[in-house]
């Protein structure tokens, strides 16, 4: 069966860096879109970073110029590089991927789901 395995959370202060990565299994995903979501409690879960079959990408804007989503299809795997952390940044981070190839934003075009890694930014 299709799993996704995220990896790379934990503790951070403020600043600081953390690299999420994200391993498939089960099926090869080297043309189809992923993506990180991200929930915080008491938030609706919502796209962090998206990553085409073309390596097109997309960013919600509180994460641009921080995060960078990046993938290896060789590994079957993805990354999201996070720089400058906030204490907003703190949520369970979710890899995700779709059946679809195209760069999307939409969280109903992802059909696969991992089971979250927390990422915890102190003040």
């Known amino acids: 069966q299709v799993q996704l395995v995220e990896s790379g959370g934990g503790l951070v202060q403020a600043g600081g860096s953390l690299r999420l990565s994200c391993a498939a299994s089960?099926?090869?995903?080297?043309?189809?879109?992923m993506g990180w979501f991200r929930q915080a409690p008491g938030k609706e879960r919502e796209l962090v970073a998206a990553?085409?079959?073309?390596?097109?990408?997309r960013y919600t804007d509180s994460v641009k110029g921080r995060f960078t989503i990046s993938r290896v299809s060789a590994e079957n795997t993805v990354y999201l590089q996070m720089n400058s952390l906030k204490p907003e940044d703190t949520a369970v981070y979710y890899c995700?991927?779709?059946?679809?190839?195209?760069?999307?934003?939409?969280?109903?075009?992802?059909?696969?789901w991992g089971q979250g890694t927390q990422v915890t930014v102190s003040s």
């Open positions: 990553i085409g079959w073309s390596a097109i990408t």
């Open positions: 089960g099926r090869t995903f080297s043309r189809n879109a």
């Open positions: 995700a991927a779709s059946n679809r190839g195209p760069v999307t934003t939409d969280s109903n075009d992802y059909s696969y």
